[in-house]
């Protein structure tokens, strides 16, 4: 089992930055992928992908509504992974969620934080 929390939400201006922290224990993370989801809080929103980053640590992915502005990285060593959030937009208003997974001998472990709020005013 592996539990996750996430950490650094906050009220920011427009502008502004935040940087999320999503610390794991239980177990490892430098098998699983690490990403980043995020919901709105309006009735019928999903969530949705923001950014995800390998086991090793490269070919980091984004949404396009983020892309340029939010960095994924990941420490093994330390066994968290963050979320740093550049030139925010009232619209990255969300709870912000880390997700692992990993699929190992077929079978898929997948696991979620209980989030972040983010707030950006505008």
């Known amino acids: 089992q592996v539990q996750l929390v996430e950490s650094g939400g906050g009220l920011v201006q427009a502008g502004g930055s935040l940087r999320l922290s999503c610390a794991a224990s239980?177990?490892?993370?430098?098998?699983?992928?690490m990403r980043w989801f995020r919901q709105r809080q309006a009735p019928g929103k999903e969530r949705e992908f923001v950014?995800?980053?390998?086991?090793?640590?490269?070919?980091?992915s984004y949404d396009g509504s983020v892309k340029g502005r939010f960095t994924i990285s990941r420490d093994n060593v330390k066994n968290t992974v963050y979320l740093q959030m550049n030139s925010l937009k009232p619209e990255d208003t969300a709870v912000y969620y880390c997700?692992?997974?990993?699929?190992?001998?077929?079978?898929?472990?997948?696991?979620w934080g209980q989030g972040t709020q983010v707030t950006v005013s505008s």
């Open positions: 997700n692992a997974d990993s699929t190992v001998w077929g079978t898929n472990h997948n696991y």
């Open positions: 239980g177990r490892t993370l430098s098998g699983y992928t």
């Open positions: 950014a995800a980053i390998s086991w090793n640590g490269y070919s980091p």
